[in-house]
């Protein structure tokens, strides 16, 4: 199996109203039936026409299915003409089962968007590594768009016209004793970068690591994000990536929220912005931390595969190329 390196860079068609959105649920099952209802209802809201899979409903334990069902589904969906991009109902565990099952010539010949994030950080990683084809980190379906994320995923996938900033906070209105505090960008490693984005939830990205299903680093601006992890694993999955050696490839490192912390007796006083900067510093590559990118109501879409710009000493990270055709 081929990675990214060695595969030309797909782009699907650009998104519009009126198209038709086929929702799957790779990993994870909604916790009821009535979530998939809704899920439905609020692309639907976006102006799309849904094409439920077929084993949409389907509930195995932890898992939304049996993995062949769950695979079959996403297969049939990219094969589907009538379909134009394709969504996740939300995340959890179980897609990376579904690597080995995935049909990635028909993928190839039939490209489309595919956007989702948490645990389908495994199949935007593999389907790119395996075709070239440009994922989407973003919204899972069943979750409500806020007006950023909204904005957001339109200025990425209706008419992206680049270049243009991603990630960056929401205004915020600076005023006497009154400053940003949720949403704050802070420079790790001063410096600029240029490389084709790569990454996604901290633990799939570490978890495919070493596999054929993790995309090539080297020169890539990787972006990292993750939730209900202790500091100390956290730790952990970066120091894998380093002693892999595939932390050393990259151009430079843009770190999204790591929210709903565990705490650990472990940690003392060991706090995230010292672990993710340690490792940035290490290696001496421009780096951020704080971009909208993870498990927040305020999130932007991040096109696997397409050349951006850190630019770490003004905080901004700046897509190049438009991600859509």
Known sequence: MEHSADKTILKPARLAPGQTIGIAAPASPSRDPEGVRFALETIESLGFHTRPARHLFDRNGYLAGEDAQRAADLNSLFADPEVDAIFCVRGGYGASRLLPLLDYNLIRTNPKVLMGYSDITALLLAIHAQTGLVTFHGPIAQQTYTPY?????????????????????????????????????????????????????????????????????????????????????????????????????????????????????????????????????????????????????????????????????????????????
């Open 149 to 325: 994320t909204l904005s957001e995923f339109k200025k990425v996938l209706f008419d992206p016209l680049t270049p243009f900033t991603l990630g960056a906070p929401p205004p915020f209105e600076r005023s006497e004793g009154r400053v940003e505090k949720e949403n704050r960008i802070t420079t790790l490693v001063p410096g600029k970068a240029l490389g084709r984005l790569i990454g996604g939830n901290l633990s799939l990205v570490a978890h495919l690591t070493g596999t054929p299903y993790m995309p090539d680093l080297s020169g890539a601006i990787l972006f990292l994000e993750d939730v209900s992890e202790a500091v100390y694993s956290i730790d952990r999955m970066l120091t894998q990536l380093w002693l892999s050696g595939n932390l050393q490839k990259v151009a430079g490192i843009v770190f999204g929220k790591f929210t709903e912390h565990r705490a650990s007796e472990w940690e003392q006083n060991r706090v995230e912005e010292d672990v993710l900067a340690e490792r940035a510093k290490t290696l001496g590559i421009p780096a951020i931390r704080g971009l909208m990118i993870g498990h927040v109501p305020d999130q932007t879409i991040i096109p696997l595969g397409c050349m951006a710009e850190l630019d770490a000493s003004a905080g901004t990270l700046t897509l190049l190329e438009n991600p859509v055709t």
